[in-house]
């Protein structure tokens, strides 16, 4: 069955603090993703890979960060986190050839103070 | 542009009765068309998709949609709502070699005893 795990359900930061959120799949997935949903907003994207070391930017990167240093595993980092980061974060996975079907994580609900 | 458009944020039925959520698209090729369901607190899980071929596609739990394309529209229905149908639904186009996923507001679906 297909997996995303996200290491944290929820984080409580303080303003300033570099945050790591962490997503792992185990699918063998090409494709990954970071999303952040607001209410009344939908999912955004943040950024997203296609390849190990590989990652382009989506709709709202600002002071966000990403690394993918494996297939499996990819990292969403706040660099200072702020209070307008106080969001639910969800990370999904595809593979190349499936036509776009994401598989979704748990979220991260993140609150910065 | 590209963009999804969920025009009821929030919607209420009557459990047992019938229920149709929209989508409306605007999508320059031929799009793969999903819908989603966000239990509370949980991530995204695929109801039904549509990539080609037959206009009415089913899914999970009950669910079917309709593609059409003089509309512009992806449609969930289902024709007896069960109480554990309340969640958000979010409407989703894709079809880039990306990957990527474009995804409506949502919908948020509460049912009544």
Known sequence: DVKVTQSSRYLVKRT???VFLECVQDMDHENMFWYRQDPGLGLRLIYFSYDVKMKEKGDIPEGYSVSREKKERFSLILESASTNQTSMYLCASSLAASKNIQYFGAGTRLSVL | AQSVT???????VSEGASLEL?????YGATPYLFWYVQSPGQGLQLLLK?????????GIKGFEAEFKRSQSSF?????????SDAAEYFCAVGGGNTG????GQGTTLQVKP
């Open chain 1, 16 to 18: 300033g603090e570099k």
């Open chain 2, 6 to 12: 969920q025009p009821d944020i929030h919607i209420t």
């Open chain 2, 22 to 26: 929209r989508c409306n698209y605007s």
């Open chain 2, 50 to 58: 549509y990539f080609s071929g037959d206009t009415l596609v089913q």
């Open chain 2, 100 to 103: 990527k996923l474009i995804f």
């Open chain 2, 75 to 83: 449609n969930l229905r289902k024709p007896s709502v069960h109480w």
